[in-house]
């Protein structure tokens, strides 16, 4: 007799549709399973055969065969196990085949015939309402995470017996789950806050720019003034995250088993500070069977790079691709992965390694020294950055400043002004911020008049910009514009746009042949 089952599997961080059939007819008994599937999947025949037994059930000495397709996709992780054993059931007669027909199943199973919770069970619902189907049933404990998609039933089973029980008799289990308040659970409130910064205008400034326009920022310092202090302050101003923002996120850390039981979104926008030992597959992602590294984590928010030049030269080449493309696609033998990865960049170092330079009346290092060490930082991972700018030592009298600098609410307001004004400008097109603005963008909108056309020229020929460090210019200066509410770009955007970019040349010039 045969039956099927509609489950999901998950690719990246996507669900994709997953047929499980099962055939159980007359002739040797055995059990083979097919459809590529991975080392985990395979193992699912002796947990689901244990299962059924100590649930109770039965099944005559036959051939069982399981195939799951669609054949061309691996199957990976211990989701399957559940409907497999369903579809087994419905195939020996213990479950009405017409049951089946409108619901997808998931979920892992115990050697007791307990459901167990998954990873990514965020995607699997947003697959299985996406392929029209009307019923989830997913393991008890990812309920919560299943009720945030809404169109589709949600119901949680803790017991085989009990899934069969509802299948065969519709509303066994009692009332249907439905959505909390999960939206209102978690107010965007932090720990930390700008006001608690003392002077810096500069610095505080650039990272509003930076902010604003996603674009990537570098401080460059010595050790002790700032740097890490503000990096971790940029998620207090940025804007708050939309229901599809928050859903996106979400997604990968459900499938990277990082969601709370308790609260099923991620309701701030994600900072992510890895260490620089940090390996390259842990930064990019990857592994046997890949899973989402800290740039796909960061997706959304911040990635902090503190240290930069300490991290392996082949760890931080890995951002050159994402940084460029918002995305990193991780190939194995069996598929290749797609991971997001749009994220705002943000790294700290000191200018040298006693972190004094060019000061040389603190400075004792010798000038291969510092050659050597800010050539750690590669001329095509610098133009990706945006944003470079200083940090100075913080004299006595800011210190004992009794009064903070302004708050994050009050940045926030202005961040999501400027925002707004963006998203209008690039509606119903495929880019959000200034920074992903491409050739055409930038024609069309970063207009300039004559006079501020030859200042321009002035600045490109005086710093001896590449194309696309011009290019980056004028996305800065048009995010300055928008945060003062200007439609056009004008010669102190410009100036100031600039200034944020010149101390690239100071440092980097006599290696990467700037003035």
Known sequence: MYSKVHSIGITGVEGVPILV????SDGLPGFSMVGYLSSQVREAQDRVRTALKNSGFRLPAKKVTINLSPADIRKEGTAFDLPIAISMLSASGHIKSS????CVISGELGLDGRIKPVHGALSITAAARKDGKSVCFLPRENVKEGLVIEGINIIGVSQLKELVDELNVPGTLGKREKPGDWRQAETCSYEVDFSEIGGMPLLRRATEVAVAGMHNILYIGPAGTGKSMLAN???????????????????????SGLLSPEMPLMTRRPFRSPHHTISPQALSGGGRIPKPGEISLASGGVLFLDEFPEFQKSTIEILRQPLEEGKITISRVHGSYEFPANFMMAASMNPCVCGFY???????CTEQQVYKYLSRISKPLLDRIDICVESRMITYEELEQKEGGESS??????????????AKRFKGQKIYFN????????????????????????????????????????????????LEGSY??????????????SLEGKYWGGIYGQP
């Open 435 to 482: 920074s992903s603005m491409r050739k055409g963008e930038l024609e069309r909108f970063c207009i300039l008049q004559k006079s501020d056309r030859e200042f321009l020229k002035q600045i490109y020929e005086t710093q001896r910009l590449s194309a696309r460090g011009y290019e980056k210019l004028l996305k800065i200066s048009r995010t300055i514009a928008d």
């Open 488 to 501: 056009g770009i004008r010669r102190a955007h410009l100036a100031e746009a600039a200034g944020l970019r």
């Open 409 to 422: 609410a009050s940045i926030r307001t202005r961040i999501e002004a400027a925002r707004k004004i963006q």
């Open 21 to 24: 059939e099962a055939d159980v």
């Open 99 to 102: 049951a089946l027909e409108d």
């Open 233 to 255: 302050r940029i998620p207090t101003i940025m804007p708050s995250l939309s229901l599809e923002e928050t859903i996106e996120i979400s997604k990968i850390y459900s499938v």
């Open 358 to 364: 060019p000061d040389r009346t603190k400075c004792r």
